[in-house]
């Protein structure tokens, strides 16, 4: 690894910013908030101390404990919005034990260096893409004003022409130009030359395939074989999309991307893996699904404390990359995780069951509130919707509720009990109340709703 580390100066969020920023979509749970933030900028502090502390600084790994619905994923989505670093979130339960089918835990290293990959790339895409759309310009004028070039000759007079001949084309280049500039010429057909995909088709029989591998077959026969070129006939304004996509891959860097990201990967990666209850099983017991569970533990203990995993790209050391696990532990409990797993795991953070407060604060506060978010979707067919705040505290305080009687799913319980809610004015719209504005007020709530809730069998089934 290079000794110096290219640092990432693009949006580095202080603890108190990074908490600001989920406030905006998240309700309470601050303590989680707190202990990824400060994670998160520890990833940045890391990298301006000297060389040789740099490499003994080990992440601080999270695991978030807390009912479902409590917004643990939701925190992992908008961290990835957040960071400006290569994140992923995977699913534990997706993973299976080396020899069974499915996917091993390797992968999600894999997925993090694609993603890093492909996250350079577009920056360097943006940072080359003025270039490119002048070259791919100059390509589509080629094809309208085909450009003229001075002979070699000693004729004066031949000469004399031919330079007036080559000022006229510059000049009439210049104005179909302008004529592009200004979008005049978006719809007149032309012909192109571009390039064609000439891959050679493969089949992998067995339960492992090329990506699992970490080989990319395709990449390879296409960089042997040379590159063909075919003419198509298309409009101006899907040539130009499609030649400027061309001159920025001629543009990139491909082998100095790779190599940033690859740095990225080891020095900011954060992987955050979710369900991971769903992988503890019931100590003493050596058959069925606990063993793959137990193995996929096992084979997680390497990547979470530090190894090499070969890539597509090449080797990747995981010492340095953060894992964020989260899981509801309803069935399990974290004790139940293997010790050495646990170990890897020294921060943890319980989230909070979410309460009839909380939920009034969920349905108006955030950004993406639900019932903005349901406001919306009707204001596109002329409807105003609103919702009067008793109404607002009823829906909250039934949430609750029925959180208590069946099953406390968290905040999603609101998705079900709003759609129960609006069901009829969501179906009959736009031919009944289009035009409208409509108030769901408390009443409303109580005769849609109290049936179904006090008829316990009901709720269990709808809402």
Do not use: C
Not at 45 to 69: H, K, V
Not at 112 to 136: C, D, F, G, I, P
Not at 164 to 186: I, P, Q, Y
Not at 222 to 248: C, D
Request: overall charge negative.
């Amino acid at each position: 690894m290079n000794k110096k580390v290219k640092k990432l100066t693009a949006r580095e969020l202080t603890p108190r910013e990074i908490v600001r920023e989920l406030d905006n979509y998240i309700i309470g749970q601050n303590a989680a908030k707190k202990a990824v933030a400060i994670a998160i900028r520890n990833r940045w502090r890391r990298l301006q101390t000297s060389e040789a502390l740099r490499e003994e600084i080990m992440p601080n790994n999270i695991i978030m404990i807390g009912p479902t619905g409590v917004g643990k994923t939701e925190i992992a989505r908008r961290l990835s919005k957040l960071v400006n670093a290569p994140f992923i979130k995977v699913e534990a339960s997706k993973f299976t034990e080396v020899g069974y089918v499915g996917r091993d835990v390797e992968s999600m290293v894999r997925d993090l260096t694609e993603y890093s990959v492909n996250m350079l790339k577009n920056q360097r895409a943006e940072e080359v893409k003025e270039k490119a759309t002048h070259q791919a310009q100059e390509r589509i004028l080629d094809v309208l004003v085909p450009p003229l070039h001075r002979p070699h000759h000693d004729d004066a007079n031949g000469v004399e022409d031919n330079s007036l001949r080559v000022a006229e084309n510059r000049s009439t280049r210049d104005k179909f130009r302008d004529r592009l500039n200004s979008g005049e010429l978006e719809d007149r057909i032309i012909e192109v030359d571009v390039v064609s995909a000439q891959t050679p088709s493969m089949q992998v029989f067995g339960p492992v395939n090329m990506e699992e591998m970490g080989m990319n077959i395709q990449e390879m026969f296409g960089n042997i074989l040379p590159k063909k070129t075919k003419k198509r006939k298309m409009t101006i304004a899907e040539a130009s999309a499609l030649l400027i996509q061309e001159e920025v891959q001629k543009l990139i860097d491909t082998e100095s991307v790779v190599k940033e990201a690859l740095e990225r990967v080891e020095n900011s990666g954060i992987v955050f893996i979710d369900e991971i209850d769903k992988i503890a099983g019931d100590k003493g017991h050596g058959s069925g699904p606990d063993v793959s569970r137990e193995g996929v533990q096992r084979d997680l203990l390497p990547i979470v404390e530090g190894s090499t995993v070969l890539t597509k790209y090449g080797m990747v050391k995981t010492d340095h990359v953060l894992f964020i696990a989260s899981g509801a532990f309803h069935v399990s409990k974290p004790s139940d995780l293997i010790p050495e797993l646990q170990g890897r795991f020294p921060i943890r953070v319980e989230l909070e069951s979410l309460t009839e407060d909380d939920f009034v604060k969920i349905l108006t506060l955030p950004q993406n509130a639900l019932l903005k978010q349901y406001s919306a979707l009707l204001q596109t067919e002329g409807v105003n919707l609103d919702f009067a705040h008793d109404a607002i505290t009823e829906i909250a305080k039934l949430a609750a509720q029925v959180n208590e009687q069946v099953e406390n799913i968290g905040a999603r319980r609101l998705h079900t009990i709003l759609t129960t809610l609006l069901e009829e004015i969501l179906f009959e719209t736009p031919e009944e109340y289009s035009g409208r504005t409509i108030l769901v007020t408390k009443d409303m709530v109580d005769d849609r709703l109290n049936a179904i809730i006090k008829n316990k069998d009901m709720s269990r089934y709808i809402l």
